[in-house]
């Protein structure tokens, strides 16, 4: 079962070869295994703060599509709070990426 289907398949943009559910159950896979490889420990955090950051960049274009075609969801019901998403974003990935240095250098 999952949740918020509608919410999320407004991030979709149009120009995505794969149907708006597929998509969003293909992103929702990933983004927990994402999650999940971040919060484990391990010699490859970086390689997945690389990854985590590409996921975030890939994504981008569905958060700019959602602003300009103005769809709801999850609260951003407003041209300014889309935007703010956007804005925020490689807030996003810079932080994945610098939680994920290599601190030994």
Do not use: C
């Not at 103005?70 to 703010?84: I, N, S």
Request: glycine residues 10%.
């Amino acid at each position: 079962m999952t949740v918020a289907r509608d919410e999320f398949q407004a991030q979709v943009p149009e120009f995505v070869p794969l149907s708006k559910d597929a998509t969003v159950l293909l992103s929702g896979v990933a983004e927990i295994g994402l999650g999940t490889a971040l919060i484990i420990p391990g010699e490859r955090k970086r390689t997945v703060g690389l990854a985590t950051a590409g996921f975030f960049t890939a994504i981008f274009p569905g958060n700019v599509a959602q602003w300009y075609h103005q769809r709801d969801g999850f609260g951003l019901d407003t041209d300014q709070k889309r935007a703010v998403r956007l804005v925020f974003q490689p807030v996003l990935i810079a932080g994945v990426l610098w939680a994920t240095r290599d601190r030994r250098s």
